[in-house]
């Protein structure tokens, strides 16, 4: 090491896209806990929903289990990473005033994939739906109340956006609501 360098790289910056989708998610630090309660649950849900408005994401999917996070994202403008900061800074920030805690909540920094292909695409709609069935949460992924699926069916947020899920799956013909519903259910077997 020469005189003068420092030992610490910085972070490559993340690749992002205008219109990308993104399979987004983050675990809780030493895969600890990061909704104890459904008013956590509810905050979180708030602060992705102001998140969404302010960086103008569309959400196709989510799903909040004990431990970890999935989002499902569409980022019609970069900024994804900036927007992310923002919510789990924010949020960790209320969590540990709330719960009396200081430190890190999540674990390192929020993962994401790009969603490249519609294959892709469908395996994540799946996979973030029957998530709480896998993890013996629910017997059904329309009974978890803190996931996407079963806002579709009931009371969806209003930036859940359930128009371009359906525009997405309406290219491969039949009924798209259908199509996601045995796509979900399907992977609950």
């Known amino acids: 090491m020469s005189c003068g360098s420092s030992p610490f790289v910085p972070r490559r ?73 923002w919510l789990h800074g924010v949020y960790a920030q209320t969590f540990n005033e709330r719960h009396g805690r200081v430190g890190h909540l999540f674990q390192g920094r929020y993962g994401s994939v790009p969603v490249t292909t519609d294959s892709q695409l469908w395996a994540l709609l799946r996979y973030v739906g029957v998530n709480p069935v896998e993890a013996g949460l629910c017997a059904s992924p329309s009974d978890w109340r803190w996931g996407s699926y079963g806002a579709f069916q009931n009371d969806a947020p209003g930036w859940l956006n359930r128009e371009r899920v359906l525009g997405l799956l309406s290219g491969s013909g039949g009924d798209p609501w259908r199509r996601y519903v045995e796509l979900v259910e399907g992977g609950a077997q």
């Open 13 to 85: 910056p993340r690749e992002e896209v205008e219109g990308g989708i993104y399979h987004v998610y983050a675990r809780g630090n030493a895969k600890q806990a990061v909704y104890l309660d459904d008013a956590d649950r509810r905050t979180y849900l708030r602060l992705l929903g102001l998140a969404i408005k302010k960086r103008r994401w569309r959400c196709l999917a989510y799903c909040l289990m004990d431990n970890h996070v999935h989002l499902l994202l569409e980022t019609p403008h970069a900024g994804l990473a900036v927007g992310m900061q």
